[in-house]
């Protein structure tokens, strides 16, 4: 069965830095578009960053400038650094996997990351 497995969440004070991991297994990691996802109390979970089975990558708006996904695929790991955090990025971060082929997605368990002013 597949599993994604984030790490790499904490408590940071404001303008510091984290680097969120996704490690995968049991999937084919290259043919997966990889993404983090993140979700705020009362609120609904929303797209941080995207990157694709070529490298391609794309960010909200909220984190553009600050947050950078890359991805390793010998290491069937996805990673985003999130540099100048501000309290409003205090959320439960989650890693998909969407599967190119079959378009199945798969989820990770979350990483809480809690910014404080």
């Known amino acids: 069965q597949v599993q994604l497995v984030e790490s790499g969440g904490g408590l940071v004070q404001a303008g510091g830095s984290l680097r969120l991991s996704c490690a995968a297994s049991k999937m084919i990691f290259s043919i997966n578009n990889m993404g983090w996802y993140r979700q705020a109390p009362g609120k ?12 391609g990558t794309n960010y909200a708006d909220a984190v553009k400038g600050r ?6 695929n010998a290491k069937s790991t996805v990673y985003l650094q999130m540099n100048s955090l501000k ?24 990483t809480q990351v809690t910014v404080s002013s």
């Open 44 to 55: 609904q979970r929303e797209l941080v960053a995207l990157i694709t089975t070529y490298g």
């Open 67 to 72: 947050f950078t996904i890359s991805r390793d």
């Open 87 to 110: 309290p409003e990025d205090t959320a439960v971060y989650y890693c998909k996997g969407t599967n190119t082929y079959s378009s199945r997605e798969y989820w990770g368990q979350g």
